[in-house]
């Protein structure tokens, strides 16, 4: 698959004319097949993540239903700011960890596989709100042709999400065409059981490592992949650690960031640090490092498939 | 490439059996091909681990070196136990805990590529006391041969070994053909730091997670892999719950466990239980779920390649 919907322009030459360079037989910039890692970040840069990320649609979905059977759970404060969306007064009335506590315990006691026959039931009754599709009309079209394009010239495609990487994994194959081990994000410990003679994984209500953003991406990058990336791309501040880890390697990289600006096909957000206020804005980092910004609205002749 | 160093036998007709059942198109046990994980325990499974883990003299060389440098660390009864290669009297001497410390302390503080510089060059040259021949002389025949089998009949093969995974990502591409992304196995914590305004990995003193081995095996291939593997080999107790996982699965599997009873051409200790003496030996837990063990002096042809 070509980038057919990539418009001609500067983020398109920079990528075909990055993989030219560092494909090339005995040129200066060869990499070697083994080398040619990369990662992308998922919510934002692979789909889309508004109105909000649709992980989290999910797990509300799922406190609604625990709610609904358990008045002294319903009547919690912090509860009912969740369940009217309301982010803000959650985190007023229960403090942060009150908050991550209720969430983290939504799906804890389901063994791995009721997860993920649970995050698929609800995932194939999903429409978004304003564009009315299924999950699968979300990703972005341009990004999937990007991560062939990729794989046809050597490269390994793994995603790296702050997101839950059991959800993204019960879909990743069908979205994105990459396996369960070729995705890194945050993650639930699974404890070991034996259930009527059968060894099962049991979801807790603990994390296992840090939420996988900023720094912790590149620990993970390195825990799970074990090389340094020579291609980075995501779209928020969360990203700017794993976008360093392969600018700053031995090997010629490349980095991209997306930028939202394109209100009228999907939305416009780009300047925002998504996930801490306080953090530099990756397009002001972006600028800084000279990567590459992806324009959605200009770069892009269609944003779905 | 065919299992040309697999006598006849019912190890051999057991593995080309169950891959003939699996892959048979519309066959009642047919296994589709993202499915297809096959999962290896490392010392004593793939390579020779006797007369002591690989890794091990590993650290013990640097810990000689950073001894010979530092004489306050010579002098500590435990480092003395240590480097005389006595465990039992290291144990005794500082405790499992100050010897652990000792042992982890051995690479802290070097980048994550300086430690795989310092493993390469250490491997290079090292020659096993008994048989003369470098690291990729000790690696088993019939096991590659087994590996490379499972990928012509599409499966991914992973490494899940209680082993230092940084330590076997050094060589694992060029023992096995397994890149760095498919091995999972015990690991330090490396973090995150900026050195010259190069984003670089810094091994620390702490484990990320338990020894993998026993149940963490199957939570770290939950967490890896994010599948449960239908095809498990291994040789020691420390690899039981994992065959179990394996074995326990909805689909047809193959659980194999070496038995290292070739005094002439290796080792024979198939009967211990390696890791943990109050473990059930592998054999007999073998027994009970009617595991193939896989006899190596009776079922391999040659042992080494």
């Known amino acids: 698959m070509s980038l057919a919907s990539w418009n001609d322009g500067p983020s398109r030459d920079a990528i075909l004319g990055y993989l030219a360079r560092i494909t090339e037989e005995g040129g200066p910039e060869h990499v070697p097949a083994a080398e040619r890692i990369a990662v992308f970040d998922n919510d934002g840069t692979l789909w889309c993540e508004k109105p909000a990320y649709i992980q989290a649609l ?36 229960g403090g942060e960890q009150e908050m991550t506590a ?40 341009p990004m999937l042709e990007l991560m062939e394009t990729l794989r046809a010239h050597g490269f390994r495609v793994f995603i790296v999400t702050g997101g839950g990487v059991d959800f993204v994994r019960a ?38 490592g840090s939420p996988n953003e900023g720094e912790p991406k590149v620990e993970s990058i390195h825990a799970h992949i074990g090389r340094r990336p020579i291609v980075a791309v995501g779209n928020s501040a969360g990203d700017r650690e794993m976008l360093e880890y392969a600018h700053t390697g031995d090997r010629a990289s490349l980095c991209l960031v997306l930028d939202h600006d394109d209100e009228e096909r999907e939305y416009a957000y780009g300047g925002e640090a998504v996930t801490n206020p306080d953090a530099e804005p990756i397009l002001t980092t972006a600028g800084h490092f000279g990567w590459t910004v992806v324009s959605m609205r200009r770069d892009w002749s269609r944003v779905f498939p």
Chains 1, 2 share one sequence.
């Open 171 to 208: 879909i990743g194959a069908r979205l994105y065409g990459i396996e369960p081990d070729d995705m890194v994000g945050s993650a639930i410990r699974a404890r070991f059981e034996r259930r009527d003679g059968r060894v099962v994984l049991v979801r807790t209500a603990a994390m296992l």
């Open 58 to 93: 999910f797990i509300l979905s799922r406190l609604g239903e625990q709610a609904a059977g358990d008045p002294d759970l319903a009547a919690r404060p912090v509860v009912q700011a969740l369940l009217r969306g309301d982010l803000a007064a959650a985190a007023a009335a």
């Open 102 to 141: 209720v969430l983290l315990d939504t799906h804890a006691g389901l063994t791995t596989d009721e997860f993920d026959a649970a995050a698929l039931h609800w995932l194939e009754a999903f429409r978004h709100p304003r564009f009315g599709v299924p999950f699968s009309g979300l990703a972005y079209a």
